[in-house]
Nanobody, 122 residues
């Protein structure tokens, strides 16, 4: 059905930048809302960013607004998360997700990637 594979996570210094990618295996990528979530040690998985199927509507968590940018390339069936001005509190496993509907609630999302670790050192 749908498979999501994240890549790009690594160790970076505070203030640095990183670009995460998520490859979508399904042939109906353009019909899905795509999102990024993250889970820090000892915490619940939380919303980071979302982009609608058209690519023209996005939303971000307050903690990343102005620093992170979500985008998608429907022709390449890929969604991206550009992360700038990274902070130690951004350290988490980042997950790509797909949904038929717009939502910031974890349980509402239908498909998930395996996650990619982002570690920001001070």
């Amino acid at each position: 059905q749908v498979q999501l594979v994240e890549s790009g996570g690594r160790l970076v210094q505070a203030g640095g930048s990183l670009r995460l990618s998520c490859a979508f295996s399904g042939r109906t990528f353009s019909t899905y809302t795509m999102g990024w979530f993250r889970q820090a040690p000892g915490k619940e998985r939380e919303f980071v960013a979302v982009i609608r199927w058209s690519g023209g509507s996005t939303d971000y968590a307050d903690s990343v607004k102005g620093r992170f940018t979500i985008s998608r390339d429907n022709a390449k069936r890929t969604v991206y998360l550009q992360m700038n001005s990274l902070k130690p509190e951004d350290t988490a496993v980042y997950y790509c997700a797909a949904s038929r509907m717009m939502s910031v609630v974890v349980r509402d999302w239908d498909y998930w990637g395996q996650g990619t670790q982002v570690t920001v050192s001070s």
